[in-house]
């Protein structure tokens, strides 16, 4: 048996830095697959947030968590930041993760981006402009985003997902779910036809939680895959999971999560 000791934090104390390898380039090239489709916007971190606190995480473990497939990472960042702010000494790429798995013989097949579930955990967003609603030649502020704006605002750009690609390995990202989309009368009257109360009580709530049953899906979907695909109906391939928080946010909960669920571990 085994026990899972979950204890809230604010900011986690990140493990020991690890690696140190070349740089690759990350463009920003058209996407491919309609899970991260369009290019989301860049983080609006400053220059100290970045250098003083990003750059300091742990970027990766090469132990598994214990009976389970999930290695935990500090998301990868594209080279874009470093041109931003200036310095490689903090990098850490895809192409420099997957090499030092590579190196360890450790086989990498599905990561998932659990990035935008706790992205204001670590920095909240700056506030988004209130858009306004025209109503004849009179103009009203509405709390609602422009309907052109297909997605969430804490999805950000860390890297281009289609660089996991070049290494065989599946990207999934994970989103916060949707709210019901308020029509056009809606936001002339600053209302979403729906209980106000209901809406910002949903929207305060943590985010993983939310994903429970899609992360589940996923990691059980992918470990039958693999398995189906050996001889003995085994497999030594992992998955990656990294979030906004040094892989010790969202990502360590939706690990204790799928445990919980589905070998039964207990909590305390």
């Not at 598994?64 to 990098?91: C, V």
């Not at 999805?155 to 916060?176: A, C, I, Q, T």
């Not at 009368?185 to 910002?200: L, Q």
């Not at 109906?233 to 998955?239: D, F, L, P, R, Y």
């Amino acid at each position: 048996p085994f026990i899972i000791n979950i204890q809230p934090t604010n900011q986690p104390t990140p493990p020991s830095s690890l690696l140190r390898n070349t740089i690759h380039p990350s463009p920003l090239p058209p996407m491919a697959s309609s899970n991260y489709t369009p290019r989301p916007p860049l983080l609006p971190w400053s220059k100290s947030t970045w250098s003083e606190r990003w750059a300091i995480q742990g970027r990766l473990s090469t132990v598994p968590i214990p009976r389970t497939p999930f290695l935990l990472l500090k998301a990868p960042a594209s080279t874009l930041y470093e041109e931003k702010f200036g310095g490689d000494r903090n990098m850490f790429t895809v192409n420099m993760y997957c090499s030092r798995m590579a190196a360890r013989s450790i086989r990498v097949g599905l990561v998932i981006d659990c990035t935008a579930l706790d992205l204001e955990e670590f920095e909240p967003l700056p506030e988004a402009p209130t858009p306004v609603a025209t109503i004849g030649n009179k103009k009203k502020a509405s709390r609602f985003k422009p309907a052109t704006n297909k997605l969430d605002r804490r999805v950000r750009y860390f890297h281009n997902p289609s660089e996991w690609d070049d290494y065989d390995v599946e990207y999934h990202r994970l989103m916060p779910l949707k709210v019901a989309k308020p029509s056009l009368s809606d936001i002339a009257d600053g209302t979403d036809g729906d209980n106000d109360d209901k809406t910002n009580d949903t929207k305060n709530e943590p985010l993983a939680p939310q994903v429970i049953p899609e992360f589940i899906q996923i990691v059980t979907k992918f470990i039958q895959k693999s398995r189906s695909a050996t001889n003995n109906n085994t497999s030594t391939t992992h998955i990656s999971l990294f979030d906004s928080r040094g892989g010790l946010g969202a990502a360590s909960y939706l690990a204790a999560a799928y445990m919980c669920h589905s070998m039964k571990a207990p909590v305390h």
